[in-house]
């Protein structure tokens, strides 16, 4: 792979930001955060193209899956992965909706994150490198 891979965090929470921002940074993936739905939208639109994006569902201004919802509208592809807390039924039919695309419920585990980050970008193709590290 020449360059790095580039991320788009977005997460109000900012302890839950930095976390899975340093995860990626860690790895040497180039990180772009927002910390709601308006800045999601700002660098989506100003620092695109992305190869992954990951996002909180509940931000405010816009929540992560109307912008998610948007940007698909708008006929980017980008792999997405949609994280939330809450446990509303027709949570992962929206998420399907936005294929590519999957689901971490809060609390998740470094792990369970990386193996979203490597089922979506890396369909038969070299491995992404891993976020879990040893501490």
């Given at each position: ?6 991320v ?113 970008m ?14």
């Amino acid at each position: 792979m020449t360059g790095n891979q580039r991320v788009l965090v977005a997460e109000d929470d900012l302890e839950m930001l930095d976390a899975v921002a340093e995860a990626f940074a860690r790895r040497n993936y180039d990180v772009v955060r927002a910390k709601n739905g308006a800045e999601l939208v700002e660098q989506l639109a100003n620092h695109g193209p992305f190869d992954l994006i990951v996002a909180d569902v509940s931000m405010p201004w816009m929540d992560g899956l109307k912008a998610l919802s948007s940007m698909r509208a708008a006929g980017l592809a980008t792999p997405i992965i949609v994280m939330t807390a809450l446990r509303e039924q027709q949570l992962p039919s929206q998420v399907r909706a936005l294929s590519p695309a999957a689901l971490l419920r809060k609390p998740f585990e470094l792990d369970e994150l990386d193996a979203a980050v490597a089922k979506l970008m890396s369909p038969g193709s070299a491995t992404p490198p891993s976020l879990n590290t040893a501490h």
